[in-house]
């Protein structure tokens, strides 16, 4: 494997549970770091949601690579922010023998 080109910074998000006061939860979404990242579109298509179609493409993301357990590790259903655009994270991964990077899994979908 080549060495990835980290060249996106990424801020890394994890969801937190809050109490709606109604019986229920709402989610926010806690900060955790920012990360640089080598961002890699692979597949795409259209789908729906709750009727309305929206369109998914699947990313590759590289990062550096990190201990398990620790803040700096992305995780399935964190997320990564660019801005506006939001990448669920699906799997994590090691890219290499060394541990030295991780490949993340992750999907972005917008309403058409």
């Given at each position: ?22 019986g ?42 990190a201990?398990?357990?620790?803040p ?33 899994f992750a ?6």
């Amino acid at each position: 494997m080549s060495t990835p080109r980290l060249n996106r910074r990424l801020l890394l998000e994890t969801p937190i549970r809050q109490s709606d006061n109604a019986g229920g939860f709402t989610t926010i979404w806690q900060p955790l770091g920012s990360l640089w990242a080598q961002v890699t579109a692979r597949t795409g298509r259209e789908a729906a949601q709750m009727g309305a179609p929206i369109s998914a493409v699947s990313y590759r993301i590289i990062v550096r690579g990190a201990p398990l357990n620790t803040p700096q590790r992305p995780k399935p259903e964190q997320r990564f922010r660019d801005g506006d655009r939001i990448f669920l994270i699906q799997a994590v991964a090691e890219a290499d023998d060394d541990g030295r990077h991780l490949t993340c899994f992750a999907t972005e979908e917008t309403a058409i």
